[in-house]
């Protein structure tokens, strides 16, 4: 009986050890994702060469759109052009960078990807023909930006797409013996909202299941279509409302979407308004109309200028984690290193995947980016 006991002793302790060492070859940390879009109308003063590949991960290709009538991509002869200089240049860099394309946008007609989105045979299509492209022109992965679907049925079909895409990813890479593309997806700030039409809800199962990651836009909270008063439009905390980066964030981990499939998005622009008293100037201040800049917007290199060549006062506000400035009744709303660099940290705390910057040409001389690199350190001994 002892030697019974003795035996089964040892039995148990190596089921223990294996058990234990099982659990932790299955633990994957990944490195951080420090991502930003590139748009194609910046090509003209801020070429693919460049992006300084030492400060990021991944860079987007913004935007391409397939067909509103096959829902095939048919890129031009100059597209195709750029398609190849844009990875041809961030792969040949040093460090290179995976490059992802971009399809949809802001810009684009929402109603294009409802369309497609309905019908299974239309999704096969786009889904094959989205493949293809990124083959062609030896992108890394596949990024969708529908702004936004209107209602629980485009949220449903929105599901159904990601699920049959990261499917055909899986055979395409098993198929040619290649690693499979990236599929991610640009998303609203809330995992629910209600904007342009009725309620509705990302389908978090879908994302959290066949997605790389998710990227909620945490920006544009506020702009040009409320000229009352100003606003920080990339808050990372808002006392009076959820219109904030922090509400955001963690609606989307509440509904059951892994913190390590976020990766939050930075503005590297500021939106402006005209005060109507120049003597009342916080955030929240009454506001008689847009500000300097094309549609009351300054990129970050344009709001620096502007700053300097009016000498503008410049606040950091805490309670919102912003940064605003104004002269006269000029007003801009804006991230500076101070407030990126906060919240990283936030996204870091926690245990977000990354961040990504709309726009990387906005920021021409690398000040926040360079920061925002730095900030984020990536330590896998952790």
Same mark, same amino acid.
């Given at each position: ?19 234990? !060492? ?12 420090? /991502?930003?879009?590139?748009?194609? $109308? ?9 992006? @300084? ?11 391409? !759109? ?26 040949? =860099? ?11 946008? +802001? ?6 990807? /409802? ?42 079909? *929105? +599901? ?20 499979? *593309? ?31 990651? /998710?990227?909620?836009?945490?920006? @544009? ?26 509400? +955001? ?9 892994? /913190?390590? =499939? ?11 308004? =005209? ?6 100037? %916080? ?5 008689? +109309? ?12 344009? *709001? ?23 002269? %006269?009744?000029? $007003? ?37 980016? =360079? ?10 001994? *952790?």
């Amino acid at each position: 009986m002892a030697a019974f006991k003795y035996v089964h002793l040892i039995i148990l302790i190596i089921i223990i050890i294996s058990l234990s !060492s099982s659990t932790t070859a299955t633990v994957v940390v990944r490195p951080p994702v420090k /991502a930003a879009y590139w748009p194609t $109308w910046s090509i003209s003063y801020f070429p693919p060469s460049s992006i @300084d590949t030492t400060l990021f991960t991944h860079i987007y290709y913004a935007f391409i !759109s397939p067909s509103n009538v096959t829902f095939k991509f048919e890129a031009s002869n100059s597209t195709a052009s750029l398609l190849r200089e844009f990875t041809t240049t961030l792969h040949g =860099k040093n460090p290179p960078v995976k490059t992802l394309i971009s399809i949809g946008g +802001g810009g684009d007609d929402p109603t294009l990807y /409802a369309r497609m989105a309905s019908k299974a045979r239309t999704r096969k299509v786009f889904i094959k023909s989205a493949i293809d492209l990124a083959r062609k022109f030896r992108f890394d992965g596949l990024d969708l930006d529908w702004e936004f679907p209107k209602d629980p049925k485009e949220m449903m079909d *929105l +599901g159904r797409l990601f699920k049959e895409w990261r499917a055909a990813i899986q055979i395409e890479a098993q198929k040619n013996d290649r690693p499979p *593309l990236l599929l991610t997806a640009a998303v609203y700030y809330s995992v629910e909202f209600v904007i342009y039409g009725g309620p509705r809800k990302y389908p978090v199962n879908s994302i959290s299941r066949y997605l790389d990651w /998710a990227s909620p836009m945490c920006f @544009d909270y506020h702009g040009s279509w409320d000229t009352s008063q100003t606003g920080a439009h990339a808050a990372l905390y808002d006392q009076k409302s959820n219109i904030s980066t922090s509400y +955001g964030l963690q609606s989307w981990i509440r509904a059951g979407v892994p /913190a390590s =499939k976020l990766v939050m998005g930075l503005p590297l622009y500021g939106r402006t308004w =005209k005060l109507k008293d120049p003597n009342i100037n %916080g955030i929240g201040a009454p506001a008689v +109309g847009l500000g300097p800049g094309e549609d009351g917007v300054l990129t970050f290199v344009q *709001l620096e200028q502007y700053n300097r060549n009016n000498s503008a006062t410049v606040v950091y506000d805490v309670g919102s984690v912003s940064t605003y400035s104004y002269v %006269g009744t000029s $007003w801009v709303g804006y991230d500076d290193v101070t407030s990126t660099t906060t919240k990283i940290g936030f996204a870091k705390a926690h245990g977000l995947l990354g961040y990504f910057f709309w726009a990387v040409s906005y920021d021409n001389e690398g000040k926040i980016s =360079k920061q925002a690199s730095r900030a984020w350190i990536d330590d896998l001994s *952790l």
